[in-house]
């Protein structure tokens, strides 16, 4: 018996690891955990902004339905005829528990006539955005800039743009961050743009709805809300007007220049959140 209780200690000793042996595995545990790790977290947050953009979408449709039946006319007919983007009333009487965070679309006035957006937003590959020149001649980071800035009860930060200009044209355009200002604050990830049109839904931007000639805004920085293609949806250029339709494919959830990839896996995998 203790002849047998002896081998069974010393094979117990033959199969225990070596102090090197474990942490040789350690490390490696650690360098792949390094390497899917970073992964991993973006997928999730990348999860998380789908949710919130499907909510967001499926909101502004409500309101564009529920205007319709009250009104009798959409949104952009009421738009057009007062050439107002409605975004007051809009925001009061269907986005119960919204508030106003800001006076204005555009910020302050830096004194060089340059106005400072509310909050920084960069394009989508991640660089820091100035300002472009819009058709007043000044500067601002938001593409939308012709209304206060509101906060939603679901916590996205909504700015309405230009009325519709003529009778079957497009507008207002709004530009929705589905997580308010909560980061990454860009571009095609967190930062979208959709238009209500004359029959009564609201698009994504890059939609073949809203993209006739003479439509809402043509002009100035407004002129690229109206533009479809892929070329409209890139994540490796320093340029919004190459991020402002990538809503239309968020809402597909394709990848815009690869055949059989997604949109928030695939496309959004290729930009790291910096």
């Not at 040789?24 to 545990?29: A, E, F, S, W, Y």
């Not at 991640?126 to 939603?152: E, M, Q, R, V, W």
């Not at 308010?180 to 073949?208: E, H, I, S």
């Amino acid at each position: 018996m203790v002849k047998l209780k002896s081998m069974s200690f010393q094979n117990k000793q033959e199969q225990a690891f070596t102090l090197a042996e474990v942490l040789i595995t350690l490390g490696i545990i650690g360098v792949v955990a390094a390497l899917t790790l970073p992964s991993l977290i973006n997928r999730t947050k990348n999860r998380e902004l789908h949710t919130a953009f499907l909510k967001t979408y499926s909101e502004l449709n409500q309101v564009a339905q529920k205007y319709y039946a009250d009104m009798g006319e959409t949104v952009t007919d009421t738009s057009f005829a007062t050439q107002s983007n409605l975004a007051d009333e809009i925001m009061t009487k269907y986005y119960k528990g919204s508030t106003k965070i800001t006076s204005n679309g555009m910020g302050t006035d830096d004194g060089n006539g340059n106005f400072l957006a509310f909050y920084s937003i960069r394009t989508l590959s991640g660089k820091a955005y100035s300002g472009g020149a819009n058709n007043l001649g000044k500067n601002s980071s938001f593409i939308c800039d012709n209304s206060p800035f509101y906060l939603t009860a679901s916590g996205a930060v909504i700015i309405f743009n230009d009325a519709a200009t003529g009778e079957d044209q497009t507008g207002p355009v709004v530009c929705v961050d589905v997580n308010g200002q909560k980061a990454p604050n860009r571009y095609g990830m967190d930062y979208f743009l959709f238009a209500f049109t004359k029959d009564g839904k609201v698009v994504p931007m890059g939609d073949t709805n809203q993209t006739s000639i003479g439509t809402v805004a043509a002009n100035g920085s407004a002129g690229n809300f109206f533009k479809i293609g892929s070329h409209n949806c890139l994540n490796n250029v320093d340029d919004i007007s190459k991020n402002t339709s990538c809503a239309y494919y968020a809402l597909s959830n394709t990848h815009p220049n690869k055949t059989g990839k997604d949109y928030w896996n695939d496309f959004l995998g290729e930009v790291s959140f910096r």
